[in-house]
Every structure is written in structure tokens, then in C-alpha cells.
């Protein structure tokens, strides 16, 4: 009775030295969101923190056999009370599937008048592929009738999840990668543009179109606003580092996309500003193999700071660093001290890359350790 009685107070005081070591050290795998029967994959959604104080976490689940981008698919949610500590086990359908192919890729964004704006891509065929936006007046509760961010020309869009932003001015910014038409064939190098609205998404007008004078395959673009007010934009490619490219009226024109010293597969970039502070906080995949196979590898996942509007970074942390692991597709959110991060982490010898959404929350202090 009694050595099973310490064997077990040795192993309680053990699992929370454990859990608390992993608190101290700042960096905690708080949900794992694994595939199943009837539901082969879990992945790209996107954070809201609701007036109640709870966070909700909306996300691609896959249903049928199927794990490709064209397969059948809606979108589910996840709650936590506490922060990001803990979270809800059980799905929540928050919409069905209202596309011939899917529904993927989730944006959320508080909106100046208090409503809740959910963006995600509703997949109807190769030639179409588009943007939708639907709002909530009560906390995610309910959604409004999808509008179309994109009227002005059908097209298969490519908008990444978490890449909606709100300037400061009110503007919405929408950076999407056009990758076909009706008329037109395939292209895996996308023509890069960023849809506006000034009226709370009631009307959209796009940019011009990103320059391109280098012919590197861009995809994927994410945007943020600088201290200077100006917008960065960086884009996946297939040259071994992340392109930059600015604007310096609000989303309307682009500079030149150039390359960055940020070392990278063709894999997506998430930059966002760190609030009450002009730095930027990054998670991409510093994969630097020289050999050719690995260094496509989207392994290993690391966070880094700029505290000088992306010209230098610093602080690099490594998240993830399984040689067999496939991280990608980030959003991000901030929680009092705290930074919730949700990705892919699945396994690729397992061909469960893109299958397995794991949440983890780290501390801002950690972000900044040396």
C-alpha cells in the first residue's frame, strides 16, 4: 500500500516539476489536433479572442478519405477559457462546406464597429477559387451570408490563413496569389496582388499588381504594417530566402519584390507586429542544409524579432526541429504576456505533414531570450 502510494506522489511531483520546467523554459504544446477516421486532416486556421474573455480557434477539418487542397472540407472550432492554456476537446461546427471542391483557410479580424469578419477560400474548381467574408454581431455565435472579396475577375486565389490585416486607419488589406483563370493555363508562380476596403468589407478594389522583375515563383504573400506606416509584404519563393516588397500608400502600389537574407524553402513566412511595441515578431523555416533534397525540408520552425521594421532579426528561437517533421502554415495571436501559435506539425515519412494542427503558447519573454 504504501510504496504504491509514494510511487505514485513521486510521479505527480515528477509530471508537474516536468510541466513546469516546460513553463520556465517558456515555450508549451498546449492542443494537438490529430487526423482520424472520416476526418484525414486538421489544418490552416486562425485565432479571436471574444468579449467574454475566451479564445476560439477556427480551423480546416477535412471529412472523407482525402487529405488534398481540392478534397472535401469545413470549418470547425475549438475554445480555451483560460488563455490558451487549455482547450475545448471537441469539434464545433462553424460552417459547413459550401464549395464544390471546399472551404479553407481561415482569417478572423476584429472589426472597428465591434463585429467579428471571418475570410476564408471557397473552392469551387482549378479556374475558381475565392476569397469569401462573412460577419458576426454575436461573438461567432452566428455568421452573416458569405460575400465574395473578389468580383472584379474570376480566378484560382491562393489566401494563405491569418493574413487578413486592419491598418491603423481602418483599412483592410487582403494579399492574395492569383495562380489561374478561365483563360488561362496553370502557373505555380502567382501574379501577386492585395485587395482593400475602406468600408468595412462592404466594397473591395485591388492593388496594382506586385512587380516581378527577377521571375522568381512568388506564392503565398503575407502583409504587415510597419511603425512608419509603411506595409512590408513578404512572399514564399522557389529562390532559398523570403522576398520583400513595400508600400508606401496603404496597399495600393508595390515596390519591386527583392530578396531577403531570411533563408527559407518554398514554404510561407508569418510576421506580425508585437503589441505596445514597433518590433515585428517572424516564424518561418531557417532551414540552411546546403544539401539540395533538405534544404526544401520545412523543418526546422523557428521564431526571430526585428526591432528595426525587417531590415535585421534577432533573438532566432527554434520551435520545432524533427528532421522528420513538416511545420507550416502559422497564425498567430497575442494573449496578455503571452503569444498563442497554431501550425501544421505532422509527420512527413508519415505523409501526415499538413494533417496535424498543433497550438502552442509561448511566452514574450522567451521570444526574446538570447
Not at 178 to 188: A, C, E, G, Q, V
Not at 341 to 351: I, N, S, T, V
Request: hydrophobic residues 35%.
Amino acid at each position: 500500500m504504501y510504496p504504491s502510494f509514494y510511487h505514485f506522489l513521486l510521479t505527480v511531483l515528477f509530471c508537474t516539476a516536468v510541466a513546469h520546467m516546460g513553463e520556465s523554459q517558456g515555450k508549451q504544446p498546449v492542443l494537438t489536433i490529430e487526423p482520424g477516421p472520416g476526418n484525414p486532416r486538421n489544418s490552416e486556421g486562425d485565432f479571436i479572442k471574444l468579449q467574454d474573455g475566451r479564445v476560439i480557434f477556427i480551423y480546416t477539418h477535412y471529412d472523407g478519405e482525402s487529405t488534398s487542397d481540392h478534397a472535401s472540407a469545413y470549418l470547425a472550432s475549438r475554445f480555451s477559457k483560460d488563455g490558451g492554456k487549455s482547450w475545448s476537446q471537441k469539434d464545433q461546427l462553424t460552417l459547413e462546406n459550401e464549395g464544390e471542391m471546399n472551404i479553407m483557410s481561415v482569417s478572423l479580424l476584429r472589426l472597428a464597429d465591434g463585429r467579428i469578419a471571418l475570410f476564408y477560400l471557397r473552392k469551387n474548381s482549378t479556374s475558381d477559387c475565392i476569397p469569401m467574408m462573412r460577419t458576426s454581431d454575436d461573438e461567432a455565435a452566428s455568421w452573416s451570408g458569405p460575400q465574395p472579396v473578389i468580383s472584379d475577375r474570376p480566378g484560382y486565389y491562393v489566401l494563405n490563413n491569418d493574413r487578413v490585416i486592419q491598418l491603423e486607419s481602418g483599412r483592410m488589406l487582403v494579399p492574395v496569389a492569383l495562380h489561374k483563370t478561365p483563360d488561362s493555363k496553370w502557373s505555380n508562380g502567382a501574379d501577386i496582388y492585395v485587395y482593400h476596403s475602406d468600408d468595412q468589407g462592404k466594397s473591395w478594389q485591388c492593388s496594382r499588381q506586385v512587380p516581378n522583375p527577377e521571375g522568381v515563383v512568388l506564392q503565398e504573400p503575407g502583409v504587415v504594417e510597419l511603425a512608419d506606416g509603411r506595409l512590408m509584404m513578404l512572399t514564399r519563393t522557389d529562390a532559398g530566402v523570403q522576398y520583400q516588397s513595400y508600400s508606401e500608400d496603404q496597399g495600393e502600389s508595390w515596390s519591386a519584390a527583392a530578396p531577403t537574407r531570411i533563408v527559407s524553402p518554398l514554404s510561407p513566412a508569418s510576421v506580425e507586429r508585437i503589441p505596445g511595441t514597433d518590433d515585428l515578431l517572424l516564424v518561418w523555416n531557417n532551414n540552411l542544409s546546403e544539401d539540395e533534397q533538405t534544404a526544401q525540408l520545412r523543418t526546422p520552425l523557428n521564431t526571430a524579432v526585428s526591432r528595426d521594421g525587417g531590415k535585421s532579426w534577432e533573438h532566432q528561437q527554434v520551435l520545432e526541429n524533427d528532421p522528420e517533421g513538416w511545420y507550416c502554415y502559422t497564425a498567430i495571436t497575442f494573449v496578455g504576456d503571452d503569444v498563442l501559435l497554431a501550425h501544421c506539425a505532422g509527420k512527413r515519412p508519415a505523409g501526415t505533414g499538413l494533417s496535424v494542427t498543433q497550438i502552442s503558447r509561448l511566452s514574450l519573454d522567451w521570444l526574446y531570450e538570447r
